[in-house]
């Protein structure tokens, strides 16, 4: 027994910490051992009763409770604006291009079109008629004649008109469809659009009058494209024109359960105006294939995106079972021997099916506890199947790392054997793991922090059923072996079976021996590996700083999809559609105009009590010239004509951002227009001034989501640090794992970056999962060389031997477990493999290769030579068969 009294501090905790460990998993093995079948049913136990757990599953489907900030200023004013807004509008876009869009040929296609859309009828009989937002139609004619001033040019006709019989007047007045169309120049009629001639069309176009549409100006030519003006600046031709159908939105209808898809990115809507967005599209597909060559047609929905993205997150999981069969067929591969006896057909298939109850499990306490299911959970299952596969090579590494005497021990005993220096090599990596995610949970973002919980959970049971589950069904295939039972068809027994010779050769240790004996652990290849390391490292933080946060939702588009076609042309021919926001800078001017000069009262000048206010403006929202404006206030109840028109709950003034091409860009606009807002003299009492855009969604979680990375990243590292120092109980051991895992990630971002990926969620979804990985690699070596004796490059060769092949093995059975991401379409999907595959490529290299060179350099001394105590038989006959082994590595 060693002599406590000349241990300092650290060496006592050191000694503490292994003894127990080790004893603790020796015991564990022991009876699991003695007792697989009772392990497997209360394995089963566990995941029936957790399965129950999916009564109370929720996905959450809301956009604004996914990927914005619950906190944020935005999540604030959008909560409050879904209470106040009654209606809103949403968009159906069409583009139609040809050398020359202003020709007969076209603006009757166009035409053909628009009555199409009109006749469109969903299953459920809604029309256009129930979908549309309706304003009142008023002809032409009748709009001139009433927006024409009298001779003195101070009041409109609609001005000096008798209230009763103005309001009698604007009662009569139908409501119509809104659209934003250059077929209005004809007021869609059939019968004189078909009879246009080119000089007809062009005529109208640059003669026409901006009339008023009950206030909305028609500026025609900002519907075209690819404009061509003659030398006296008339307009000749356009190679585009753009159509718009407004459908209603009622928010108070919304119901993002219902409406929502499961990728979390449909927008707000009804679920009529989804239902007649269908058949909409519908038209459009039919349309666009019998279009002349000349012509092209290019169109979106409100719902398309929506759509598109929500099916392109999961189309690929067909791809993604492929994978799942690769992984199979490749733990066979790994784990079997070659020959009836000792194929692990149904170990490794229930070694998979661990994988499974893990997830099963961790879903159901996430749901018990009313954490919501996101879209990028479904990537869970591929990351656990990673990982249950690499404890599970190591475990089964640790056993053929046994000898042969002690494989012939009881089963209990072996199991005790194996797990004594297996658990506690899993139990750091899954601890490590486990932290990196929880630490990522305490991110602001409600989707990731979703993620991470889940994430957690699910990767402690992978944990527990590997030294459980697997170890039990273990046992049970064991005892097949030793009964000579048949690997595939266990029915089958055998008298006597002569294992082939082949079989019985470990393959890999063997080329694992000559790589790092031969090469990899001389001179010349280690200066020559501490060189591409110190280049590598030195390239890739000069690419870190070049690294963008930067997020476009287009992104989530495929590139074969319509859709994405549509937002590049869009881009090109209407570049200056920018990014909406709630200012009609005129309004305030216009409201003073029309009192002056219909009330020759000057509102810059004179004060006005409440009824004089409201009064005027009853009356300016009534008028045609300026109705448009009704759509910039909302009342405690319905504006009536001819009565003082109610307390405003809201008002507001809306305004186009620009085409911004980053955060460097739109992140100080953003803030410059919400200053602009806090400025005002509105926060007094229940009143207050703020600024809202749709996009405002993203660009509040693209200004802090690198801030957020870098915050989970160093915490994550820091904890995993501790948590490794604790349970690897080294101090110099666990300084070379930091340093692996360190520049592992820094070369991970680094050619994020040379790949074209930035700083955004997906990415930073798989930043977190990097460092749990990382830290697996090296840990399993450093932990593994401070068992063995030796000089250092015995020591590492002893442990590359040993537990390298398994290492190697389980990178890349992650990488397999990612690799069919690779081919799919979707962004996420994508995103996660090139990180993956950076973090399995720069992992395996630091904790493959560096690390057991620094290690063969200046490692530690290992355990043993610190806790010399007494051993039972079995640790007895296990110290004497590795003292044999590492004597005869020597000696070959």
Not at 13 to 18: C, R
Not at 434 to 442: D, K, P, V
Not at 839 to 861: A, D, K, Q, R, T
């Amino acid at each position: 027994m060693v002599d406590q009294k000349k241990l300092n501090f650290y060496q006592k905790f050191t000694y503490s910490v292994v003894s127990s460990t080790e004893s603790f998993f020796y015991r564990l093995g022991q009876k699991i051992g003695s007792k697989p079948v009772q392990t497997i049913v209360i394995c089963w136990v566990i995941v029936i009763i957790s399965a129950f757990g999916g009564f109370r599953f929720y996905q959450e489907k809301n956009p604004m409770k996914l990927w914005v900030p619950p906190e944020s200023q935005f999540a604030k004013d959008t909560e409050w604006l879904m209470k106040t807004l009654e209606l809103g509008f949403r968009r159906e876009v069409m583009i139609m291009t040809a050398p020359n869009v202003l020709v007969p040929e076209v603006i009757l296609q166009v035409l053909h079109i628009h009555e199409e859309v009109q006749r469109v009828r969903s299953p459920n009989n809604i029309t256009w008629s129930d979908v549309c937002f309706k304003l009142p139609r008023i002809d032409r004619g009748l709009a001139k004649m009433l927006a024409r001033e009298t001779e003195n040019g101070n009041k409109d006709i609609t001005s000096s008109m008798d209230i009763t019989l103005f309001c009698s007047f604007l009662e009569t007045i139908p409501l119509g469809c809104f659209h934003q169309s250059i077929l209005e120049l004809w007021n869609y009629n059939r019968k004189e659009i078909a009879n246009l001639t080119t000089e007809d069309i062009i005529n109208r176009i640059n003669h026409h009058e901006e009339l008023l549409f009950l206030g909305h100006l028609k500026n025609y030519t900002a519907l075209l494209s690819g404009i061509q003006k003659n030398e006296s600046g008339h307009i000749i031709s356009a190679s585009a024109l753009k159509n718009v159908w407004m459908t209603k939105l009622n928010f108070s209808a919304v119901d993002m359960n219902k409406v929502g898809n499961m990728a979390g990115t449909a927008d707000w809507a009804s679920e009529e105006s989804l239902e007649w967005e269908l058949e909409f599209e519908t038209v459009m597909k039919k349309t666009k294939k019998t279009l002349p060559t000349t012509m092209n047609l290019y169109f979106m929905s409100a719902r398309t995106f929506g759509d598109v993205t929500g099916k392109t997150m999961f189309q690929d999981i067909d791809k993604l079972f492929v994978g799942g069969v690769i992984m199979a067929i490749y733990v066979q591969f790994v784990i079997s021997k070659f020959n009836l006896l000792e194929a692990r057909i149904i170990l490794g298939t229930l070694g998979l099916l661990s994988v499974g109850m893990s997830f099963v499990v961790g879903c159901g306490i996430c749901f018990l506890i009313g954490i919501p299911y996101g879209p990028v959970h479904t990537s869970l299952p591929f990351l656990l199947m990673g990982l249950g596969v690499d404890d599970m090579f190591v475990i089964m590494a640790c056993y053929d790392d046994l000898s042969v005497d002690q494989k012939k021990l009881p089963i209990p005993e072996v199991l005790g054997l194996m797990l004594k220096h297996a658990g506690v090599s899993i139990t750091i990596t899954s601890v490590t793991d486990i932290l990196a995610f929880l630490i990522g949970s305490s991110t602001i973002i409600p989707n990731l922090q979703s993620y991470c919980f889940y994430a957690a959970i699910s990767v402690l049971m992978t944990f527990v059923f590997a030294i459980t589950f697997f170890c039990a069904c273990f046992a049970i295939d064991q005892k097949r072996i030793e009964n000579k039972r048949n690997g595939m068809i266990p029915c089958i027994q055998y008298k006597v079976y002569q294992r082939n010779e082949c079989s019985q050769k470990n393959i890999s240790n063997r080329v694992f021996h000559f790589i790092f004996d031969e090469i990899i652990l001389t001179t010349p290849f280690k200066m020559v590996a501490i060189l591409i390391t110190i280049a590598l490292a030195a390239v890739s933080m000069k690419n870190c700083f070049k690294l963008e946060q930067r997020f476009d939702p287009h992104w989530f588009v495929p590139k074969s999809d319509q859709l994405h076609t549509f937002f590049e042309e869009r881009k090109i021919l209407y570049p200056n559609s920018g990014f909406e926001a709630g200012l009609r800078t005129r309004l305030a001017e216009s409201f003073r105009n029309f009192v002056k000069k219909t009330f020759i009262t000057d509102i810059y000048n004179e004060t006005l009590d409440d009824v004089r206010f409201n009064l005027f403006l009853s009356k300016f929202l009534s008028n045609p010239q300026y109705a448009k404006y009704q759509s910039n206030f909302q009342f405690e109840k319905p504006l009536e004509c001819g009565v003082e028109a109610p307390k405003i709950k809201m008002a507001y003034i809306s305004f186009n951002f620009p085409i911004f091409h980053g955060p460097s860009e739109y992140l100080p606009a953003m803030h410059e227009v919400r200053k602009i807002a806090e400025d005002a003299n509105f926060t007094t009492g229940d009143k207050f001034c703020t600024v809202w855009s749709y996009t405002f969604a993203t660009w509040v979680t693209d200004e802090v989501i690198d801030i957020e990375v870098l915050r989970n990243l160093q915490l994550a590292l820091l904890s995993v640090m501790i948590c490794t120092l604790v349970l690897v109980a080294d101090l110099q051991t666990c300084f070379w794992i930091f340093i692996c895992v360190l520049l592992s990630m820094v070369n991970v971002c680094g050619f994020m970056q040379l790949w074209g990926l930035t700083i955004d969620l997906v990415s930073c979804i798989g930043l977190e999962l990097a460092i749990g990985l990382c830290v697996d690699y090296a840990t399993h070596i450093g932990h593994t060389f401070l068992t063995v004796n030796g000089t250092r490059r015995e020591r590492a060769l002893k442990t590359m031997t040993s537990i390298g092949s398994a290492v190697l093995y389980g990178g890349l059975s992650t990488l397999i477990g990612v690799m069919m991401l690779g081919i799919s379409e979707a962004y996420t999907f994508q995103a996660f493999f090139k990180i993956f595959f950076l973090v399995i490529m720069f992992g395996l290299y630091h904790g493959v290769i560096v690390m057991p060179i620094i290690l063969s350099v200046i490692g530690p001394e290992p355990y043993l030579n610190l806790h010399k105590k007494p051993l039972n038989e079995a640790e007895m006959e296990e110290t004497k068969c590795m003292k044999s082994n590492m004597k005869n590595s020597i000696d070959s």
